[in-house]
T-cell receptor
Framework: DTGVSQDPRHKITKRGQNVTFRCDPI?????LYWYRQTLGQGPEFLTY????????KSRLLSDRFSAERPKGSFSTLEIQRTEQGDSAMYLC?????????????FGPGTRLLVL | AQKVTQAQTEISVVEKEDVTLDCVYE???????LFWYKQPPSGELVFLIR??????QNEISGRYSWNFQKSTSSFNFTITASQVVDSAVYFC????????????FGTGTLLAVQP
């Protein structure tokens, strides 16, 4: 059973550019979460999907951020017009939710540096 | 409001010492879940344990043990006979029962185990 994978692992971009990250969850996991982690802090929730439906977005997720999960499998997180404040580790997690408690398993993250 | 506090920013021990990582949480819910994750230098968050609010039994897994006390809203983590491989950042997290089981993380404790 393969774990959660994320691509790319590292991304350096210039301010104003668009970037897109991909997350492949554990197969058959119906929930997929995105978190952002800045240096010295714990991860912060951004958004999550149940199957293909995006059910909640944090107020941290500005209009420049968009996430999709077509067909309920992999997910993409796009940041448009990147700013230096977007520099962070972007973590994806997946879980099997059967109506109550669940455990989220995390991928290795994508580390973004905006110059 | 939900909150997780890890007051210990950094802990340094010598190999074979026992070490306890503290976690204090705040929630108004009666049903909630507590987690510990390990984040080694590679960056991937590794799940260690999940505990629900109705189960106050302490748990032991090898050199790891967890002490959950609802009376003090604490969920502390002890590593017995620490090893260099235990060096990592450890995060305590909380999720409340509901549609979204997003995780609320503490700021983490950096554990350095010296040989």
């Amino acid at each position: 059973d393969t774990g959660v994978s994320q691509d790319p692992r590292h991304k350096i971009t210039k301010r104003g550019q668009n970037v897109t990250f991909r997350c492949d969850p554990i197969s058959e996991h119906n929930r997929l979460y995105w978190y952002r982690q800045t240096l010295g802090q714990g991860p912060e929730f951004l958004t999550y999907f149940q199957n293909e439906a995006q059910l909640e977005k944090s107020r941290l997720l500005s209009d420049r951020f968009s996430a999709e999960r077509p067909k309920g499998s992999f997910s993409t997180l796009e940041i448009q017009r990147t700013e230096q404040g977007d520099s962070a580790m972007y973590l994806c997690a997946s879980s099997l939710w059967l109506g109550q408690q669940e455990t989220q398993y995390f991928g290795p993250g994508t580390r973004l540096l905006v110059l | 409001a939900q909150k997780v506090t890890q007051a210990q920013t950094e802990i340094s021990v010598v190999e074979k010492e026992d070490v306890t990582l503290d976690c204090v949480y705040e929630t108004r819910d009666t049903t909630y879940y507590l987690f510990w994750y390990k984040q080694p230098p590679s960056g991937e968050l590794v799940f260690l344990i999940r505990r629900n609010s109705f189960d106050e039994q302490n748990e032991i897994s090898g050199r790891y043990s967890w002490n959950f006390q609802k009376s003090t809203s604490s969920f502390n983590f002890t590593i017995t006979a620490s090893q260099v491989v235990d060096s990592a950042v450890y995060f305590c997290a909380l999720s409340e029962d509901g549609a979204t089981n997003k995780l609320i993380f503490g700021t983490g404790t950096l554990l350095a185990v010296q040989p």
